[in-house]
Nanobody
Framework: QVQLVESGGGLAQSGGSLRLSCAASGTSSKINAMGWHRQPPGKQRELVANIVSGGSTNYAGSVKGRFTASRDNANDTVYLQMDSLKPEDTAVYYC?????????WGQGTQVTVSS
């Protein structure tokens, strides 16, 4: 069974930085895609960044140029470096992994940005 364990997150001031990590376990072959979604308070979950196995990455327009997603394929780990944080980045952040035709989710980690 695939499990995703997230770490990082917490409280930051506007303009600050945070780094999230997510490690996958329980896989026996390559993960197709890994990345991050977020769910702001009272809103729907939205894509933040997605990295396919070949390394191509796509970002939500609202984070492009501020957030950087990276992936360590050898360790099935995905990272999200968040810079120039804004209060509107406040959300629960979830990592995802596409593997064996299914999408798996992490438990979520809270990111709060104060103005």
């Amino acid at each position: 069974q695939v499990q995703l364990v997230e770490s990082g997150g917490g409280l930051a001031q506007s303009g600050g930085s945070l780094r999230l990590s997510c490690a996958a376990s329980g896989t026996s072959s390559k993960i197709n895609a890994m990345g991050w979604h977020r769910q702001p308070p009272g809103k729907q979950r939205e894509l933040v960044a997605n990295i396919v196995s070949g390394g191509s990455t796509n970002y939500a327009g609202s984070v492009k140029g501020r957030f950087t997603a990276s992936r360590d394929n050898a360790n099935d780990t995905v990272y999200l470096q968040m810079d120039s944080l804004k209060p509107e980045d406040t959300a629960v952040y979830y990592c995802h992994a596409v593997y064996g035709g299914y999408v798996y989710w992490g438990q979520g980690t809270q990111v709060t940005v104060s103005s």
